[in-house]
């Protein structure tokens, strides 16, 4: 089993910046080099890939088009964390961002965390 405990997010006025920042724990590769990243669903919508990293020959990052210039994934390997730095704010951000991680090809997600982008 994997636990992914997340941790920020809040209500933030357009333009403005958050932290988004996630911790795996359990049955986790001791190399730490397992796809990470964030999704998020807003009210109505379906769940959507916001970043991810993942690995191959190299570190592999994908963001989705409207975040993209914005915000930004990064990662700890050692410590098993992924972070979601996230800049100029919309109101369309607007969203439940969940954290993400694939340890032997099974998604696991953490419980959601709330982000609002509003005047």
């Known amino acids: 089993q994997v636990q992914l405990v997340e941790s920020g997010g809040g209500l933030v006025q357009p333009g403005g910046s958050l932290r988004l920042s996630c911790a795996a724990s359990?049955?986790?590769?001791?190399?730490?080099?397992?796809?990470m990243g964030w999704y998020r669903q807003a009210p109505g919508k379906q769940r959507e890939l916001v970043a991810l990293i993942t690995y191959d020959v190299s570190t592999i990052y994908r963001y989705a088009d409207s975040v993209k210039d914005r915000f930004t994934i990064s990662r700890d390997d050692a410590k098993s964390t992924v972070s979601l730095q996230m800049n100029t704010l919309k109101p369309e951000d607007t969203a439940v961002y969940y954290c993400?991680?694939?340890?032997?090809?099974?998604?696991?997600w953490g419980q959601g965390t709330q982000v609002t982008v509003s005047s």
């Open positions: 359990g049955s986790i590769p001791i190399s730490g080099t397992f796809p």
């Open positions: 993400y991680a694939s340890v032997r090809n099974y998604p696991y």
